[in-house]
């Protein structure tokens, strides 16, 4: 067996040494960091003892080659590209796409939409302008889609605006609304809640790194026996999203929504904050729109979304530099 190392300032540029010099025959044994770089190690059987694997490894290797491009795309960080992309290339998938959704599935969590009811609360949390309101207020559209009542809980009432929207969204979706300013506040309009209503809490804007700003929140979902959950938007760069969500989740919060997916082209930043939080998808924000602006996030569509967008002109340029 024949055995070398590619290295490459990406896994993409490394996988792509592999192919040229090794062909499609080749079997990826690791990938591992290096200094400024990715080193990948991989090897080539004789071809007597090629005629005898089953199934050909040129699956493998373009799973491996595919998903290290959209990786690099969505500047995911490298470590955990590279665990993502280990997973991937051993999968044996006949389709590079489900490959990578295995992937995405060993390394995220994900959870149903369909399992918010009327059981227990669930309050949003987020930085100011994650869109926490608008998100809301998708919940509550998506109760009345299942046929179920909602109950809108508003901690942001005293927002520039915030008291005007929040009744706008909850009158056009037909969902009660409460404003409540303190966490005895939320703690009262929540357990006076109807059996059969799925109540959605509203908080301010939090800055993650405040202690104290997130201590209030997570008084206030333990005194209305809330779950938390956390909205972020697309775009950010991977190790803010990251520290923003270990900060959320030490606070309580155990499920992510993120939101702009429409207005951002890289979500390495998302991917990030999930894995080292440990929160699980729930659903995404992809349009302004209330009515059908929230879907369902899995395996497989995440990594449709992932693996579908493509650098904008800003990018073509900068690659052409």
């Known amino acids: 067996m024949l055995l070398r190392t590619f290295t490459g300032r990406t896994a993409a540029e490394a996988m792509a040494q592999v192919r040229k010099v090794l062909g499609d025959e080749a079997i990826i044994l690791s990938t591992q960091d290096s200094d400024g770089g990715v080193r990948v190690t991989a090897a080539l059987e004789p071809a007597d003892q090629r005629d005898l694997r089953v199934p050909p490894p040129i699956a493998e290797l373009e799973a491996a080659d595919r998903v290290a491009e959209v990786l690099d795309h969505h500047r995911v960080p490298r470590g955990l590209a590279d665990r993502i992309l280990n997973v991937a290339a051993g999968h044996a998938a006949d389709d590079w796409m489900m490959a990578f959704a295995a992937a995405l599935d060993h390394e995220l969590h994900f959870k149903p939409l369909s399992e918010l009811g009327p059981e227990r609360p669930v309050m949003l949390i987020g930085p100011s302008g994650a869109g926490k309101s608008v998100t809301a207020a998708k919940l509550c559209a998506c109760a009345r889609l299942a046929e179920a009542r909602s109950l809108l809980i508003t901690m942001d009432g005293g927002k520039a605006g915030g008291r005007a929207q929040a009744e706008t969204f909850t009158k056009a979706l037909g ?18 809640r109807e059996a059969d209503e799925i109540a959605v809490i509203d908080t301010v804007g939090c800055n993650p790194f405040d202690p104290i700003e997130r201590s209030v929140l997570r008084e206030a979902a333990e005194a209305a026996g809330a779950d938390l959950i956390m909205v972020l938007p697309a775009g950010g760069d991977s190790a803010e999203a990251a520290d923003a969500a270990l900060a959320f989740a030490e606070a309580g919060a155990r499920c992510l929504v993120p939101t702009r997916l429409d207005a951002a082209r890289r979500f390495g930043g998302l991917i990030s904050a999930a894995h080292v939080s440990g929160m699980s998808f729930l659903a995404a924000g992809v349009s302004r729109h209330i009515g059908g602006g929230l879907i369902a996030v899995n395996p497989v569509s995440l990594a449709r979304l992932l693996a579908t967008l493509e650098p904008f002109h800003a990018s073509t340029l900068l690659a052409a530099d």
């Open 175 to 192: 969902a009660r609304l409460v404003f409540a300013d303190t966490p005895e506040a939320v703690a009262v309009a929540a357990k006076a």
